[in-house]
């Protein structure tokens, strides 16, 4: 499939709580009190979403509630579907919506419209990316099973995070170079003096460049799970956190010792990074 903006080299890749608040349940154990403050942490303050007030008064008891059995695992879908609902409506109005409504991480981007045809359903022509909702989910999954002892299904459902630095590790490594046309666009945006190109948020480069980097972390993630073998699982966060993320922040300060930045930077309002 032709990449409007990109070449792939292939080969490359080898608060205070009180009884009033009624944020805690009344029996919490010690470990469960400290989750459930962790949690109310997370949640935007001041949120009235009826359909999940049991989520926001009694976040442990609402996911345990879901599971299908007692000796069930947690499902990361319904955690997601809860953080989608509580967080989408705090993305700013002026974002990619469907029937007026915000949706989100989620961009236009012109080959999928191209191949959606005028014919074709709104959302096929975005790709959606979500990635502050997926850091987050990653992060809440962490002290459920730390410090509950509870485990999680369809974690798989998650992908990569479209980030910086993940994306920039492929842009560094030469695994994705803009292509000619495109660069000089980013450099004209950039001003005289420059030397690195920028684009806005939405523009074609960025959102292909945020899908190629999940697509690039999915391979790498087999060829590393490959190269382990039977017996020694690595989940896509343990990738993301000490791999792709940690190896771009060290080969962008090599690069750019100054200022660590990625190699391509976006004009964005801080929802996008």
Not at 136 to 147: A, E, H, N
Request: net charge neutral.
């Amino acid at each position: 499939m032709e990449i409007p903006c990109w070449v792939l080299t292939r080969g490359r890749v080898s608060s205070e709580a009180s009884d009033s608040h009624c944020w805690l349940s009344p029996k919490s154990s010690g470990k469960k009190v400290a989750l459930e403050i962790l949690l109310v942490c997370y949640l935007p303050p001041g949120l009235a979403v009826t359909s999940y007030s049991s989520m926001l008064t009694r976040p442990i008891d609402y996911l345990v509630s879901k599971r299908e059995s007692e000796s069930a695992n947690l499902d990361i879908l319904v955690l997601w579907d809860v953080l989608q609902t509580l967080l989408i409506p705090a993305w700013p109005k002026n974002r990619t919506t469907i029937a007026g409504t915000p949706i989100g991480d989620a961009w236009p981007l012109s080959i999928l419209q191209k191949r959606a045809g005028d014919s074709g359903p709104p959302a096929d022509g975005i790709q959606p990316f979500h990635k502050l909702t997926q850091w987050l989910t990653y992060s809440l999954m962490v002290p459920f099973q730390r410090i509950l002892g509870m485990q999680w299904s369809n974690a798989d459902s998650l992908t990569a995070l479209p980030e910086y630095r993940n994306g920039g590790l492929f842009v560094d490594l030469g695994v994705l170079t803009l292509k000619k046309e495109t660069y000089d666009r980013g450099m004209k945006t950039s001003g005289e003096g420059a030397e690195l190109p920028t684009f806005d948020a939405g523009d074609d480069a960025i959102v292909e460049w945020r899908a190629l980097t999940l697509v690039l972390i999915d391979k790498l993630y087999s060829k590393i799970q490959n190269k382990f073998g039977d017996g020694v699982q690595l989940s896509m966060a343990q990738l993301l956190e000490a791999g792709t993320w940690k190896s771009g922040r060290e080969v962008a300060a090599q690069r750019r010792p100054n200022t660590k930045s990625s190699p391509i930077l976006i004009k964005s309002d801080g929802t996008v990074f």
